[in-house]
């Protein structure tokens, strides 16, 4: 029962019960956090947009190691199922649920974007705020939020599109991810924030674990359902796949 | 028995999620979920849609595996996974979900390559591979020629295509033809009504100054093309074309130049054992002739069973289990994806 877990994460002596892995892999960073109920005990990121399996699971390991933990006393997982580009996402999420498959473990997904708001929400910024992150094929995945006192709240939905095309009073907004520098003309409010960090998605996640204001969970926790306060394990794609079939050197339709 | 290595092998290098687990030299369960009808639309496989595909299928099918084969994860001994060649992203997905696995079992990890594969899982069918054993992969991706003292860390590339695959052949000459995707089953099936001597195709690189050069190597884009010019012709005049008589003789000279070339090449090198894998060696007159010559060159044959000939977990399992057995290192939990790992490569 997640209450239960909700229940240890506010209650103090019982913290070291919880380990929560948070991962994710929707931008340049293969980022990865824990937190163990109280707070973010370790961190690991590695920013290299093209190899995100290749750095992934060595940094849970040595998340890991830095609090002397083993893989089996992770409790919970949390991903970053996006949007971002897809190649990389997927990492991430299918590397959450194999994990938490593997050790019979709730595993959960959280929308990146929620993840950069949360962050710039921890580092104290209050008003409206739009996150830009990189979508490739000159476009930007994007999302808004009010940062009021409580958090960060969603205004607008996720969305893809060319930065120029956004809305004159989104656009004018203060904006984190990797849009504006990538599209400065059209994105002229950039702030110092690029890419998700697993440390704030691992705080957002436990926040939303205790928030008992969420409308109340069954039990058990499947990996194919949202929960209360999470998003499911979808990622969020946003584009249909391209379909033009692979080149001839690399394909094998007959094994 | 019970102290032979237990490994689960994870295959995602193009549209079949594979995951098998094998004991030793035992295949115990091989388990696919196929993506090929959301491609058969497209006329190929889209890595996009394979990509998603596997993600999807990806928990479900090691989850599957694991209840039909009665084996608990934390019995592994290791993990084994394509780590190339294939297509990138795809690759990706079930590289990731071994690492997750290996990681979160405190298992080893063997990234394995996906034509060592296709060698080591006749293993499982028809136990210990002769060292050497010839072997000639056929299928929509490879065509290719290996010589194989040690299917763990010596393979050596023989020849292989210089165009299309054999089977991206058996696909285009489908789509001429007006049979579906994927064309290896229908053009075989075709075929058995027609007869193969009716057309004369061309065979590539089988004579003069080509064969002494590309000795071992294939083509068959020049096969594809006088397919559909003779198709062409017939139906700009006017007439029906015999569609079992083009299938069986096209056929005909694919097997043909493919069985020609293993068999010198056993020769030449003096090897007595010849496999063959890959998914167009479910094909039944590459089967036939196959069986036909090596009877004739006093060469054994070895082809697995046609579930076992398309890509597939078992094989991937079957290799990594080799290689626990021999005592090779594990993979490092960073290994990388490879999309065009070279065969030679055995591990990543
Ligand atoms: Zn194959």
Redesign the interface.
């Known amino acids: 029962m997640t209450g239960a877990l909700a229940a240890r994460v506010a209650c103090s002596d019982s913290l070291t019960l919880v380990l929560l892995l948070a991962i994710d892999t929707s931008t340049t960073a293969i980022t990865v956090g824990l937190h163990d109920g109280s707070g973010v005990v370790a961190e690991t990121t590695t920013l290299d947009a093209r190899a995100h399996a290749e750095h992934l699971a060595p940094g849970i390991g040595a998340a890991l190691a830095t609090v002397s933990a083993g893989p089996g006393d992770v409790t919970d997982v949390v991903v970053g199922i996006g949007p971002g580009p897809f190649t990389g996402l997927r990492v991430g999420i299918v590397t959450a649920r194999t994990f938490a498959f593997a050790l019979g473990i709730p595993v959960r997904g959280l929308t990146s974007l929620d993840a950069v708001a949360h962050q710039a929400w921890l580092a104290g910024r209050r008003g409206d705020l739009l996150v830009a992150t990189d979508a490739r094929r000159k476009e930007v995945y994007t999302a808004a939020y009010a940062l009021g006192d409580a958090g960060a709240r969603r205004t607008a939905e996720p969305t893809v599109s060319r930065a120029a095309d956004l809305p004159d009073e989104l656009r004018a907004l203060p904006t984190a991810g990797r849009g504006p520098a990538l599209y400065g003309d059209a994105l002229p409010h950039g702030i110092e924030l690029l890419d998700v960090s697993g440390a704030a998605l691992a705080d957002l996640a436990v926040r939303r674990l205790a928030d008992t204001t969420s409308p109340d969970l069954d039990g058990t926790l499947q990996w194919t359902e949202p929960g209360r306060g999470f998003d499911g394990l979808e990622p969020l794609y946003l584009r249909r796949p391209d379909v033009s079939p692979a080149a001839p050197t690399t394909k094998s339709t007959l094994g | 028995m019970s102290d032979e290595p237990l490994v689960l092998g994870i295959e995602t290098?193009?549209?079949?999620t594979g995951v098998g687990i094998v004991r030793g030299q035992t295949l115990l369960v091989d388990t696919v979920a196929s993506s090929?009808d959301e491609?058969a639309r497209?006329?190929?496989?889209?890595?996009?849609?394979a990509?998603?595909a596997?993600?999807e299928a990806?928990?479900p099918t090691?989850?599957r595996a694991c209840r039909e084969a009665g084996v608990s994860?934390r019995d592994l001994d290791a993990i084994s996974v394509t780590s190339g060649?294939?297509?990138?992203?795809a690759l990706?997905?079930g590289?990731?979900?071994a690492?997750?696995?290996?990681?979160?079992?405190?298992k080893p990890i063997y990234g394995v390559n996906h034509l060592a594969s296709?060698v080591a899982v006749d293993i499982v069918e028809h136990g210990p591979l002769p060292e050497p054993t010839m072997a000639m992969l056929v299928?929509?991706?490879?065509s290719s020629l290996l010589l194989v003292p040690d299917v763990t860390n010596d393979v050596r590339s023989l020849g292989a295509t210089m165009d299309?695959?054999a089977?991206?052949a058996?696909?285009k000459v489908a789509r001429v033809l007006g049979l579906p995707?994927?064309g290896?089953p229908h053009v075989d099936r075709a075929a058995r009504e027609g007869n193969r001597l009716a057309i004369d195709f061309p065979r590539g690189l089988t004579t003069g100054r080509d064969l002494e050069r590309h000795r071992f190597d294939f083509s068959f884009s020049g096969l594809k093309t006088a397919v559909s010019r003779w198709v062409e012709l017939r139906q700009r005049a006017g007439e029906n074309v015999p569609v079992a008589d083009v299938a069986a003789s096209f056929q005909e000279a694919v097997v043909d130049v493919l069985t020609r070339k293993a068999l010198l090449a056993c020769k030449e090198h003096d090897v007595e054992h010849l496999l063959i894998g890959?998914?167009?060696a479910?094909n039944s007159r590459l089967r036939a002739l196959a069986e036909e010559r090596c009877a004739k060159a006093g060469v054994v044959l070895r082809v697995p069973r046609p579930g076992l000939?398309?890509?597939?977990g078992a094989m991937v399992a079957a290799l990594g289990a080799q290689m626990v057995a021999k005592g090779r290192e594990p993979s490092d939990?960073?290994?990388?994806?490879d999309?065009?790992m070279p065969v030679t490569l055995v591990q990543a």
């Open positions: 290098s193009c549209d079949e090929v491609h497209f006329g190929g496989v889209v890595p996009e849609v990509s998603r596997h993600l990806m928990v090691i989850d994860l060649p294939g297509l990138a992203g990706l997905v590289v990731a979900s690492k997750a696995l290996a990681l979160a079992l405190g296709h299928s929509g991706g490879h299309d695959a089977g991206e058996f696909d995707f994927p290896g890959g998914g167009v479910a000939c398309t890509d597939n939990l960073g290994l990388p994806t999309s065009s």
